[in-house]
Each structure stands twice: as C-alpha cells, then as structure tokens.
C-alpha cells in the first residue's frame, strides 16, 4: 500500500484484478481493473504522478517453486487528479 500527497491510500483488489484507493475521505474506488493485474505488489509514485507497481503472481507459483517461464510484469498507472 502507498499514500499519496492527496492522503488517497492504494492498494491491491486481489480479488478483482485490480488496485483499489481509499480517498481521504474515506470512500473507496477502483483506478484500475485489468485480468493482466494478477496479485498487485510494491507500490510506488514517479515524477510523473504514476502509480507504479508489479504484479507478483504469487497465487499462481506451482508448488515446486519453479517460476521459469513465468513474466512479473510492472506496470505505471496515472493517478487520479493529480497526486
């Protein structure tokens, strides 16, 4: 999870593919939901106001540990309103 300077506080929606946000008010939103959003992890903020963060994919790690072949992807997302 990350706040932003608005006090927006993100988050991973694990279950719906997606990276939800509390506002400072205390309501909740999506910013963003795509099936690619596979267990979002390690937050971040750029210069450019983007939401960074990976997808880790840990629900889905066989259970011999190999992860050969699988992509971790990181994706930046624009936050809303600027930060």
Not at 21 to 46: H, K, N, S
Request: hydrophobic residues 40%; without cysteine; aromatic residues 10%.
């Amino acid at each position: 999870m990350i706040f932003d300077s608005a006090g927006n506080l993100y988050m991973g929606d694990l279950e719906r593919d997606a990276i939800a946000y509390r506002t400072a008010a205390g309501e909740m939103r999506t910013l963003v939901q795509d099936p690619r959003i596979r267990w979002a992890d390690t937050f971040a903020i750029d210069p450019q106001n983007r939401l960074i963060f990976t997808v880790s994919r840990i629900h889905q790690v066989p259970v011999t540990g190999g992860i050969e072949g699988m992509d971790f992807p990181i994706y930046a997302y624009p936050l809303p309103g600027g930060e």
